[in-house]
């Protein structure tokens, strides 16, 4: 039975990737202490209440907390861990590159917990933040510094988890991809995903730290770059007057290009795509190799929105008109405002001199922290009402049945940059790529 193999993991950083993480390992069976720095996150935990919104997740955290889920602020918990996950944000600078002070700091500290174990007792130290190749021996070296033990070992299992899909990726993914340099390392990730390996079968990748991490950003890389590609083949469509979504269905349906990640429009955000992208060119850069197609998917994603812009000016001078943007969220199912395209589309509204009045099922508050000074609608028909344009970002189901709501603007003039909206008679349709 698994219960006999239940693990003692501590999941160092209670952010979004650790926090899903310790929830989804305590619903496995296994004994999970969070540690985090911040007090107010771990008394939430103690509470049972989840510090972010990801379906399902505030579900499991009331199910184990104080059971299988303990929360810290203090690593005394490490010395008896079988596996310590180090799960901690690295912020990027201006150039892109990512800032790994803080994760060398939890890892030096996780290293200074475990110091007076015998090593072959020491848990084994996982990075599970997103950290480029060479930035995985700065890890590894702040860890061993601190356990005063130069030949300490440090394992690598990246994330692939979406937004908004967390929990159930986890219990579902595609692959695992344990980076070790030892059989101890990888039997104990082995062990810690036992349950999952049994259910669903993954694809298990078993490599180095190094090739694990490259692994991730390799994902990320070719995901954005596959979205940058159809979104230029889709501006070239949208010059020819052709449909780019017709011409991805059936690209799609040749399984060399596979049909998921091919919907053109206003292009990608969030925490991950755009940080990653850039973390990686940086790397490489560092390294001597500058990489032409991930800079080239970086500045096609920089200029959809200027190229949904230039749609509406075809039509519309926006100065001192109201224009309503629907859509706040990076995508549809979060609140998440980071890297959303709705950003630039904003400014470039403020900067035509519009009055922006913009409207978000749940991500309006984020928005509004950003970007105080515009107008935000408690529905989307407010937000139209009045309005000589309107601008589609994120793919929220409820835009797709608005219909009357488009009869109140002054203008009904639509430009989608998501392929949500039906034109309707007496409409001014404009798909960003078809
Ligand atoms: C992404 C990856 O999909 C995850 O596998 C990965 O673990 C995660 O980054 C991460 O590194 O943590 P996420 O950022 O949650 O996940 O969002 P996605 O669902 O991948 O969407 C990213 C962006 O691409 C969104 O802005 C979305 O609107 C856009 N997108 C996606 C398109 O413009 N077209 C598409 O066909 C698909």
């Known amino acids: 039975m698994y219960e006999d193999r239940r693990l003692r993991i501590v999941v160092v950083g209670s952010g979004y990737v650790g926090t899903t993480m310790a929830a989804s390992f305590a619903d496995l069976g296994h004994q999970v202490t969070a540690v985090d720095i911040d007090e107010d996150v771990v008394e939430a935990l103690h509470a049972g209440d989840a510090p972010i919104h990801e379906p399902g997740l505030a579900d499991l955290i009331e199910r184990h907390a104080g059971g299988n889920l303990e929360a810290s602020t203090v690593y005394d918990s490490l010395a008896g861990a079988d596996l310590v996950y180090l799960a901690v944000q690295t912020p990027t600078d201006e150039a892109g590159n990512i800032d790994t002070t803080a994760l060398e700091t939890a890892a030096r500290m996780s290293g200074e917990a475990i110091a007076d174990q015998p090593p072959a007792e020491r848990p084994v130290i996982v990075i599970k933040s997103t950290v480029t190749p060479p930035h995985v021996e700065t890890i590894r070296a702040a860890a061993a510094a601190g356990a005063g033990d130069e030949t300490l070992e440090v394992a690598m299992n990246p994330e692939f988890l979406r ?32 349950p999952i390996i049994e259910a669903t079968n993954p694809v298990v990748i078993r490599t180095d730290p190094d090739t694990a991490a490259m692994i991730k950003y390799a994902n990320n890389a070719f995901l954005a770059a596959k979205i940058s590609l159809i979104n230029d083949l889709g501006n070239i469509c949208k010059e020819f007057g052709i449909d780019a979504y017709e011409v991805a269905d059936a690209i799609g349906a040749d399984d060399r290009i596979g049909e998921q990640f091919l919907r053109s429009g206003v292009g990608w955000g969030g925490s991950c795509f755009p940080k990653d992208v ?8 560092a390294a001597g190799y500058r990489p032409a197609v991930l800079e080239a998917a970086v500045a ?8 949904m812009l230039e749609l509406l000016d075809e039509h519309v001078d926006v100065e001192d008109q109201r224009v309503a943007v629907l859509g706040l969220a990076f995508k549809p199912g979060t609140d998440d405002v980071r890297n959303s395209r709705a950003i630039p589309l904003i400014e470039g509204l403020q900067e ?35 309005a000589v344009g309107a601008l589609i970002v994120t793919a929220w189901d409820e835009f797709e049945t608005l219909d009357d709501a488009f009869d109140a603007m002054d203008r009904q003039l639509v430009v989608d940059g998501r392929r949500v909206i039906e034109p309707r008679p007496g409409m001014t349709y404009e798909g960003l790529t078809w």
């Open 163 to 194: 937004e908004g899909s967390a929990v159930s990726d986890f219990r579902e993914p595609d692959k695992l991809v344990f980076g070790t340099s030892s059989q101890r390392g990888d039997d104990m990730l082995t062990a810690a995903f036992e």
């Open 278 to 285: 850039r973390a990686i060119i940086q790397a490489a850069t």
């Open 300 to 307: 096609v994603n920089a200029e959809q929105p200027a190229r």
């Open 352 to 386: 035509r001199g519009a009055n922006v009045v913009a409207y978000d099922p749940v991500a309006s508050e984020e928005m509004q922290a950003r970007i105080p000074e515009i107008e935000y609608a408690k529905s989307a028909a407010r937000a139209l009402d009045g």
